[in-house]
């Protein structure tokens, strides 16, 4: 029987999640059994401390030289399978691309629960540079600001009727049962190197990135539920058929949905406004434009609107890679199939810092996923067994050339 090495490379990912099916682990069986050399791998595999260890390395994105050592060091494998640009395509992709590199016989870095909690490094200069956290400041209708990041549980103030409470990290609107008058707006604005939760009035849930800001009303209005946002959210919006929930996003494109859950990414230094429908259904449009007709999504569909083209469309792709678009929600970074440009711009967001190539910008691609609360000097001591090297003067990340 002749394997496709990414379909065993999945199975083995899916083990060590604890998510194989019967036909699964059957087939999984199947294959460890078919060879002592199999078996042998496959205990090597389970053995923790040894996966530690050799999990403890992130190399660059090269497919084919990847497949090349897979095929030259696991020949139980069978022959070589062409495979398209991405090495795996299913929602536990990472897990599958670390069990492929780790048979054959190179190093992949596999940041999960055993390594939640890292040491705080410090760099050369004595710099301690550490993950983003929870916090933001909240704009009140008069302008006032409360920085989150320190209060404790609570009512932290009234506005219109509705009562803002903080509880557990969170920001919870409880508007009161009676009529508010008027429309007034608070907005949440996070950071670089922070990100925080809200609960909208209607119950809609809200988790906002770092470096981003949402601008809402204190009540919603009788017909419409409406917000503004720039940067990168994760909405849950609660149903209600007679109130369509509508996302304004960076001033140019519309999000109307009526209960869904979707991510929107919209950071100005993106090539484009990228909205993921997880599931539900909404609709996306550029108004005033010749799309204001809009595109409904289905789940697992993206939208995507270019953020500085002049000409204006929205298209659409299809099979997205849900966990690599959630994986910030879920204290994750994915780096999988991340160009070095676009982890340095997530790296400034959540680390408040700037960065800089001092030669250019290496063509490198990578592909794995780790903990966000990894430190900054632990994370680029990972990267530096690439293509790149980095020298940190105070805020500021420098990229070199090796």
């Known amino acids: 029987m002749t394997e496709n090495i990414h379909y065993i490379a999945g199975l083995i990912g899916k083990h060590l999640r604890n998510s194989l099916n019967a036909e699964e682990n059957s087939a999984l069986e199947e294959w460890i059994n078919s060879s002592e050399h199999n ?83 410090a760099v050369a200069d004595h710099v301690t540079i550490a993950p983003g956290k929870e916090g933001a400041i909240l704009t009140l209708a008069d302008g006032r600001e409360v920085v989150l990041d320190s209060l404790g549980n609570g009512v932290i103030a009234q506005q219109n009727g509705t009562s803002v409470v903080l509880s557990n990290g969170q920001l919870i609107y409880d508007p009161a049962r009676e009529n508010a008058s008027g429309v007034q707006y608070n907005q949440m604005t996070t950071p670089k190197g922070r990100q925080f939760r809200v609960t909208l009035p209607d119950g809609t849930k809200v988790w906002l990135n770092a470096a981003s800001s949402i601008r809402y009303p204190t009540v919603f209005a009788e017909n419409e539920r409406k917000v503004e946002v720039f940067g990168e959210a994760c909405f849950e919006v609660a149903k209600d058929a007679g109130k369509p929930f509508l996302v304004t996003v960076n001033n140019k494109a519309e999000i109307s949905v009526l209960g869904t859950l979707f991510n929107v990414n919209a950071y100005e230094n993106e090539d484009a406004i990228n909205t993921t429908l997880l599931n539900g259904s909404v609709k996306v449009a550029i108004p005033s434009s010749a799309r204001a007709d809009g595109v409904i999504l289905k789940p697992g569909q993206q939208a995507r609107i270019g953020m500085h083209k002049t000409t204006e469309d929205i298209q659409v792709l299809n099979n997205e890679d849900l966990e690599k678009i959630m994986a910030w929600k879920n204290g994750l970074f994915n780096f999988e199939g991340a160009h070095l440009e676009e982890v340095m711009r997530q790296l400034e967001r959540w680390y408040n810092i700037d960065v800089v190539y001092e030669n250019g910008i290496p063509d490198i691609r990578f592909l794995g996923e780790m903990s966000r609360q990894i430190a900054l000097a632990d994370l680029l001591e990972i990267l530096r067994r690439t293509e790149v090297d980095f020298r940190v003067e105070g805020r500021k990340l420098i990229v070199l050339n090796k």
């Open 39 to 121: 078996r042998q791998l496959f205990e090597e595999i389970n053995d923790q401390q040894q996966l530690l260890a050799n999990l403890h390395r992130f190399y660059a994105y090269d497919s084919d030289r990847i497949s090349a050592k897979i095929r030259e060091q696991v020949p139980a494998f069978g022959p070589p399978v062409h495979q398209p640009a991405r090495i795996v395509h299913s929602r536990w992709k990472w897990a599958a691309a670390a069990a492929v590199l780790l048979l054959a016989g190179s190093t992949y870095l596999l940041m999960t629960d055993q390594l939640k909690q890292p040491p705080v490094v």
